[in-house]
């Protein structure tokens, strides 16, 4: 099985977190933003992940530390969980309807952190979590995990979807990236022998 812990304390949070790449989706989830523990447990269950996340953060200021850190020790669970990244798929892509929304993932599993982030969130807030946010959740996942996600918006006017969407389409697409490929579970995935 390829699992992380990550244990990430600073003078704004205090994480713990779990990640089983090959799981059934079982999600326990207390950051402290009631918004944020929906969208991971969506995360969870759509990307057929194991996550446990435990965060006491400043929340009493606002979200921003616990939102980005979350996607920093995110991030840093997949890239311990995949070790060399031997046999994954590497390359996947996802498009998801959430209602009204649409929104496209894709995904490289390249060893580059990149966002691409093309989301038009009409309003500035979802109950208390500021909309602003989710890109920063984002930003710390690529770039601690290591990866490239292309993250488009093809339609939608309801702030709630366009942002569940994101997350569910996000974890559906590394979830068939990080997939063991049978026919090359030997093999790194690149002309270049390393990712």
């Known amino acids: 099985m390829r699992t992380a812990e990550i244990n990430r304390k600073t003078n704004e949070t205090d994480i713990k977190l779990t990640l089983c790449l090959d799981g059934t989706g079982k999600a326990e989830i207390n950051t402290g933003c009631g918004f944020l523990d929906h969208m991971l447990t969506l995360f969870a269950c759509h990307g057929s992940f194991d996550l446990c996340v435990s965060c006491k953060g400043d929340t009493y200021v606002d979200y921003h530390h616990t939102v980005e850190d979350i996607g920093i020790a995110l991030g840093d669970a997949f890239k311990s969980a995949l070790g060399d990244m031997c046999g994954i798929t590497r390359y996947s892509s996802f498009i998801l309807p959430m209602d009204e929304a649409l929104i496209m993932t894709a995904v490289d599993i390249s060893g580059r952190a990149h966002?691409?982030?093309?989301?038009?969130?009409?309003?500035?807030?979802?109950?208390?979590?500021?909309?602003?946010?989710?890109?920063?959740?984002?930003?710390?996942?690529?770039?601690?995990?290591?990866?490239?996600?292309?993250?488009?918006?093809?339609?939608?006017?309801?702030?709630?979807?366009?942002?569940?969407?994101a997350f569910k389409s996000a974890a559906r697409s590394l979830s068939a990236a990080v997939k063991i490929d049978c026919e090359r579970k030997n093999e790194i995935p690149s002309t270049k022998g390393v990712l």
């Open 115 to 165: 966002l691409s982030y093309g989301l038009e969130i009409p309003s500035y807030k979802v109950g208390d979590f500021d909309t602003e946010l989710c890109e920063e959740f984002f930003l710390g996942l690529v770039r601690h995990a290591a990866v490239t996600l292309h993250i488009k918006q093809l339609a939608g006017t309801n702030s709630h979807h366009i942002i569940e969407g």
